[in-house]
T-cell receptor, first 112, second 112 residues
Framework: DGGITQSPKYLFRKEGQNVTLSCEQN?????MYWYRQDPGQGLRLIYY???????QKGDIAEGYSVSREKKESFPLTVTSAQKNPTAFYLC???????????FGQGTRLTVV | KNQVEQSPQSLIILEGKNCTLQ??????????LRWYKQDTGRGPVSLTI?????NTKSNGRYTATLDADTKQSSLHITASQLSDSASYIC???????????FGKGTSLLVTP
């Protein structure tokens, strides 16, 4: 909520396929993040971006890729190299001053 | 290594009762601490955010405390309601960069 739109809400992927999760924001925030959430675990950082055309790997970047061509958009691609992609994926944004982070409603990805 | 530890891992209380959740952290240098509420299958929503100089902050029936000396925070929920059933996540931010350090959350179940 708060101006962050993630889509789709549910996504099914066949083994060997790449899929792309969308994250769009209208908050004019500089920083955008992608997290993965598994049952019983905290959120783990996949990638983050502080400015357009620049992004950094997080703790679990292997098998994922991102782009930041526009300030409003930070799509995440889950590649076939990600061996266990079934999880809940959350996108977040943070503005100048880093006082508060806002989250999207998440995308649940399932491998079938 | 920056770490955030939350306790208890899970909690069951009767409707109308109070409860307190704990968060200990080792993040340094400290910037701010946030409590989020996450309903099942949805993105986290901010409850409170506190900086170094703030000891207490309230948001309705939610009251957060911060002791920056001992690096401890608590979230107190008063007169619990069924809708309080959710996961409560403590997030600590360091002054350096945009990194957010997440606890694993406390799963709260409020029963009739």
């Amino acid at each position: 909520d708060g101006g962050i739109t993630q889509s789709p809400k549910y996504l099914f992927r066949k083994e060997g396929q790449n899929v792309t999760l969308s994250c769009e924001q209208n908050l004019n925030h500089d920083a955008m993040y992608w997290y993965r959430q598994d049952p019983g675990q905290g959120l783990r950082l996949i990638y983050y971006s502080q400015i357009v055309n620049d992004f950094q790997k997080g703790d679990i970047a292997e098998g994922y890729s991102v782009s930041r061509e526009k300030k409003e958009s930070f799509p995440l691609t889950v590649t076939s190299a990600q061996k266990n992609p079934t999880a809940f994926y959350l996108c977040a944004t943070q503005g100048i001053g880093r006082t508060e982070a806002f989250f999207g409603q998440g995308t649940r990805l399932t491998v079938v | 290594k920056n770490q955030v530890e939350q306790s208890p891992q899970s909690l069951i209380i009767l409707e109308g009762k109070n409860c307190t959740l704990q968060c200990n952290y080792t993040v340094s240098p400290f910037s701010n601490l946030r409590w989020y509420k996450q309903d099942t299958g949805r993105g986290p929503v901010s409850l409170t955010i506190m900086t170094f100089s703030e000891n207490t902050k309230s948001n309705g029936r939610y009251t957060a405390t911060l002791d920056a000396d001992t690096k401890q925070s608590s979230l107190h929920i008063t007169a619990s309601q069924l809708s309080d059933s959710a996961s409560y996540i403590c997030v600590v931010s360091a002054n350096s960069g945009y990194a957010l350090n997440f606890g694993k959350g406390t799963s709260l179940l409020v029963t009739p």
